[in-house]
């Protein structure tokens, strides 16, 4: 038995499934970001990656499962090992340009297709390696508990992710990333390959010491937790609990990437904190106690709602109005509850313009709710002879979760009801921790205890939804919903003559037009004559008898139609089929402008990819405005991108850029002027900025916004009126921020005070002020 109690096993066997689940979690960010830009950087790219994730990991569950339980151990180091070998076949990882899609149709179809050819079977064996070493530890290890190792599999697996924003993804190419990923995953088959065929080679235990006859495992087995197969209601659990917590990972990824950015930074940190909740929980039971994340739970949650709502509580009446009803000793507690609502005001109002708080209370409580769910968990985990179906039931409930988010929700919630739901969820499971905190006689013998807990739950559980869920208004006339996200066109009354429809994507407003003959041909919202849009097409210096040909990435409601004449030629690339049925349905734009004698076209596909197959088009102007909410697609304002829009511009004989690139940088949240005043550095062109009043009559029609032209051509960017409307583009140099297809990072463009202050803090001083010339070219245009 020396072989059985060899240390060599153990430490082999912890090697072996840290290093898997390192693997496991890196490939995510890695194969995610290279296809992010095929499917228009929508934020469901990544929610369906980690749906297929959590389906494979589902699938290497359940082999895990199988294998122990069916096949002997002297053959499932032979299996395990010839699957180890076909999976080193399929490598690398790294999609070709074969894998490109070029129309934004079935795109979670496509996405799911393409994991499965070129992912799929490792990342089948690497999700196995947990419940299968386990199950071999206790094998080589009888009666020694194994399920600290999967504590130490959720450490690889945070080692991962936290590695990959701040080493691998700033350093290495996402091909580069590929390739090493696939060296190393050769290295894991080695290692896996090596510990099945030491366990192969250990002796059978005897029956006086195997698991099942162990004195730990025998008095399990009379709490019917031993060799008895699990009940039916801890089947459930095991399930529902993590499914809970996977669906709430995902909405809460889908919330902050749907007004942010769709970045391995904003994936990375929610996934983390959902892996800190499974170390800490499998780790020890001093983690979790019941009678402090239980109330947390509860407060937590609490919190948000007021939060959510507390702005709509800031006109509650003043105390001194109630006067006449109430005596001065009733007055002094309604004029305390009335400075508490004004608080709770003030930081509804912080929570609603400031980004990072915003996030930071979405992604404190998503934690709150996965340490409730996970503590639970553990609570409920079986002798280890279960652990196989334990772990599976665990990955059951994870996919579960990940499929009602990914395909189920789009389908049957015409808004995103998920993040709502899932925090509704957590409240009672909140609850539920609460009122078995291990004080058992609080609520025994107490019924009119139970009777206010349950008042407040069901309370709670109103409150909750009524503050986290906004429900279609009367006004909605369509709502739309599908991979890419959610639109609603709503009917806008502003008086009893003038009526518009409105075009909502997200919580950002993307059209706006008159319903009235007359004022529908009007441009508004961005769009509007003074705007930079406006600018760059009408006071292009056209060609005598010669129309404009005009691209604009992002098609809305078809706003920039209203500026076509007779001649021009607009061609609209849209990623999102719902868009153009939208525009078809409710806004004119389009069909007015082909009356005018202009013609109008709409390209299906994500615009990087189509222009890239297209040839020269000579565009006289592109319009850059494909951003979801505030969401910022980065794979549009990269370098690579800058060099396709070059191609496509419109050049003078001697190669001098023509064309003008608008670029829409109005954004609540990010100040993206730095990124497109490095992008001009780089590449010799003139920058200008042209920002655009909200009017105070109609502020929804003719809404304020922020562009940046970017050209070569002086006659343009001097001529009289251009030169009026504008101003030069005035970033430091030191606070430029180059974007390219490998890196991108949010933090140095957050406009949010803290941030600010601590980059000024750490950011080194230049010996010397500069003046600002980052979009200004060698050569300065005098105006």
């Excluded at 954004?667 to 590449?683: G, I, S, T, Y």
């Amino acid at each position: 038995m020396t072989t059985a109690r060899n240390p060599a096993i153990g430490w082999w066997a912890a090697v072996t499934i840290l290093v898997s689940a390192f693997l496991l979690f890196q490939v995510q960010p890695v194969i995610s970001k290279t296809i992010l830009p095929w499917f228009g950087g929508s934020p469901a790219v990544w929610t369906t990656c980690v749906l297929f994730f959590q389906l494979v990991l589902l699938g290497g569950y359940a082999y895990a499962h199988a294998l122990i339980r069916y096949v002997s151990p002297g053959r499932q180091g032979i299996v395990h090992g010839v699957l180890l070998v076909l999976s080193v076949l399929t490598l690398p990882i790294t999609p070709t340009e074969f894998w490109k899609p070029n129309d934004g149709s079935l795109p979670a179809l496509r996405i799911l297709v393409l994991l499965l050819v070129k992912v799929g079977l490792p990342y089948f064996l690497l999700s196995s390696s947990g419940p299968l070493v386990q199950a071999w530890f206790s094998r080589a290890y009888p009666g020694a508990s194994p399920y600290r190792l999967y504590a130490l599999s959720n450490i690889g697996s945070l080692l991962a992710l936290l590695t990959y924003p701040v080493v691998f993804e700033p350093i290495f190419a996402v091909n580069h990333q590929g390739l090493m990923w696939s060296g190393a995953f050769i290295g894991f088959a080695l290692l896996a390959g090596s510990l099945a065929w030491m366990i192969n080679r250990l002796p059978p235990e005897p029956e006086s010491t195997s698991t099942a006859d162990s004195p730990a495992n025998a008095a399990e087995s009379a709490d019917g937790k031993g060799d008895a197969p699990p009940a039916t209601s801890s089947l459930l659990i095991w399930i529902s609990l993590p499914a809970l917590a996977s669906m709430l990972l995902l909405a809460t990824t889908n919330h902050l990437c749907q007004d942010i950015a769709v970045v391995p930074f904003m994936w990375i940190v929610p996934l983390s904190l959902y892996l800190i909740s499974f170390i800490l929980c499998f780790d020890s039971e001093f983690w979790y106690q019941r009678r402090f994340w239980g109330p947390l739970g509860v407060i937590g949650i609490l919190v948000l709602c007021v939060l959510v709502k507390g702005d709509e509580w800031g006109n509650w009446p003043h105390p001194g109005k109630a006067e006449s009803l109430f005596q001065t000793i009733k007055h002094l507690p309604l004029h305390a509850l009335h400075q508490a609502t004004l608080q709770s005001n003030s930081w509804a109002s912080e929570f609603e313009s400031n980004l990072a708080f915003q996030a930071l209370v979405y992604v404190v409580l998503l934690f709150i709710i996965c340490m409730l769910c996970h503590g639970e968990l553990v609570k409920q985990k079986p002798q280890p002879q279960h652990l196989t179906l334990y772990y599976l039931m665990i990955s059951a409930g994870g996919a579960l979760g990940g499929l009602f988010v990914a395909l189920i929700c789009p389908f049957i919630f015409k808004m995103q009801f998920e993040l709502s739901l899932g925090i509704v969820l957590g409240y009672v499971v909140a609850w539920i921790a609460l009122v078995n905190d291990g004080r058992e006689s609080w609520l025994e013998r107490r019924q009119w205890l139970q009777w206010i807990a349950a008042v407040m739950i069901m309370g709670g559980v109103l409150f909750v939804i009524t503050s986290t869920y906004e429900p279609l208004s009367p006004e909605t006339e369509a709502v739309m919903r599908n991979f890419y996200g959610t639109l609603t066109v709503k009917k806008h009354e502003v008086d009893d003559e003038t009526v518009a429809h409105r075009l909502v994507h997200g919580g950002i407003l993307h059209g706006y037009q008159f319903i009235d003959p007359i004022r529908r041909l009007e441009a508004t919202t961005y769009y509007v004559n003074e705007s930079g849009a406006g600018v760059a097409v009408l006071q292009y210096p056209r060609t005598a008898g010669q129309g404009m040909r005009v691209a604009v990435v992002g098609l809305g409601s078809g706003t920039m139609a209203a500026h076509a004449q007779q001649g021009d030629v607009y061609r609209f690339y849209e990623i999102d089929p719902k868009v153009i049925v939208i525009s078809d349905r409710f806004f004119t734009f389009r069909r007015d402008a082909e009356e005018r004698g202009a013609k109008t076209e709409v390209i299906l596909g994500d615009a990087r990819i189509r222009m890239e197959k297209e040839a020269d088009q000579k565009y006289d102007v592109i319009i850059l405005d494909a951003f979801s909410g505030d969401a910022i697609p980065a794979h549009l304002l990269t370098v690579e991108s800058l060099e396709l829009y070059k191609r496509h511009l419109r050049k003078d004989a001697d190669g001098k850029i023509m064309g003008v690139l608008a670029v829409h940088i109005s954004n609540k949240h990010l100040d993206l002027a730095p990124v497109v005043a490095a992008l001009a550095r780089r590449n010799d062109l003139l920058a200008i900025q042209v920002s655009a009043d909200e009017s105070p009559y109609e502020p929804d029609a003719f809404t304020g916004s922020d562009w940046i032209l970017l050209t070569q051509n002086e006659q343009f960017v001097n001529a009289d009126l251009v030169a009026n409307l504008s101003t030069p583009l005035a970033i430091a140099r030191e606070d430029e921020v180059l974007w390219t297809d490998t890196h991108s990072s949010l933090l140095p463009i957050l406009k949010s005070d803290w941030v600010r202050s601590l980059r000024e803090r750490f950011q080194p001083k230049p010996k010397e002020a500069e003046t600002p010339a980052a979009a200004t070219p060698p050569t300065p245009v005098e105006r």
